[in-house]
């Protein structure tokens, strides 16, 4: 059986092993193949007559699925799996798993770290440091930031899925009030220190907005000028979700003329970030690549579990498919 990894080199750029993947066919890894769909004849011919093929974010259409007659199951190694037309690949039998449960830890661990990072400008400080501002300063202390302390705020989560409750774990145990806007709420849930709210509610007494929602086409550009402009007005956001959730030059104008105090994104509308995003010229913001998925122990559960997905399918009991 022919087994092709169309772009493994994101998970596993060489502190990972394949060799559970090894032991269920003959494996062929590309470190990467292309993310553009017009690509079409390279993807076709890398996958060639394979049955199983992994993609994190190579493109497979229904195009191209129509040129790869062999193929019967496809992998993808994330939880989102919008690159695979998943209803060709149904009417064509091929089986699309996805991995939804590996990293729910490490995106909440790193929504707080860009939380944090907007309240105490920990990196900023320390390079002023390095540079000789504390040595010259005639104060035995100093900021160049305002410093944020987080035990009393209010933390507004759009979206409670895993992820969006461990992070209103997180903010509990720093003393925050969780206002949670989710689709379906459950309300056994709700505590003196959490409480499900309408996003009207959720943008006006929020301190700090964090999304988890899915990208949906009711959640597209839900940051937005219209919703910004209900915020308060030193309200830090923060994105760990989907790029396209927020309207990046509604976001940019608002930074800029300190209609909010500040955000950090981890993720943006198309990756990698192009030259001309607005969010590379705004004020107060962070921006980081799309790490809050890859520490090591994430990415080594992904494999795991993307493995096993593999395994249970070739053995007649399917999980995590997508296009049942």
Avoid at 19 to 48: A, C, F, P
Avoid at 143 to 154: D, F, M, Q, V
Avoid at 228 to 236: D, S, W
Wanted: proline fraction near 4%; aromatic fraction near 6%.
């Amino acid at each position: 059986m022919k087994i092709v990894v169309l772009d493994g080199y994101t998970l596993n750029p060489g502190d990972l092993s394949w060799n559970g993947l090894d032991k269920l066919g003959d494996v062929t890894v590309y470190d990467r193949t292309s993310y553009n769909q017009n690509d079409k004849g390279l993807i076709v011919e890398r996958v060639g007559d394979a049955e199983i093929v992994f993609t994190n974010k190579t493109p497979l259409t229904e195009e191209m699925l129509k040129e790869m007659p062999n193929l019967k199951y496809i992998g993808v190694l994330a939880t989102g799996y919008n690159v695979v037309d998943v209803k060709a690949a149904k009417d064509r039998g091929i089986v699309v798993t996805n991995i939804p449960t590996y990293g729910t830890m490490a995106v909440a661990q790193m929504t707080f770290a860009l939380l944090l990072e907007m309240c105490h400008h920990v990196w900023a400080h320390s390079e002023d440091v390095k540079n000789g501002a504390w040595t010259n300063n005639v104060d035995w202390c100093f900021w160049n930031y305002p410093l944020i302390e987080l035990e009393g705020k209010n933390i507004g989560i759009i979206g409670f899925g895993r992820i969006g409750k461990a992070v209103g774990q997180i903010a509990q145990a720093f003393g925050m009030k969780v206002l949670v806007y989710d689709r379906s709420p459950n309300l056994e849930l709700a505590s003196n220190t959490l409480k499900y709210v309408e996003l009207e509610e959720l943008l006006s007494e929020s301190d700090v907005i964090s999304l988890h929602c899915p990208l949906l086409e009711s959640t597209t550009g839900i940051i937005n000028k219209n919703t910004i402009n209900k915020m308060k007005e030193n309200v830090i956001l923060i994105n760990t979700s989907r790029g396209p959730l927020i309207n990046e030059f509604d976001l940019a104008e608002a930074l800029n003329n300190g209609r909010i105090s500040g955000a950090a994104v981890d993720v943006v509308s198309s990756e990698p970030i192009k030259e001309d995003n607005p969010l590379l010229k705004a004020k107060n913001i962070i921006i980081t690549p799309h790490i809050a998925w890859a520490p090591i122990e994430a990415r080594s559960r992904l494999l795991d579990i993307a493995i096993n997905n593999l395994e249970k399918y070739l053995a007649g009991s399917q999980i995590n498919v997508v296009n049942l």
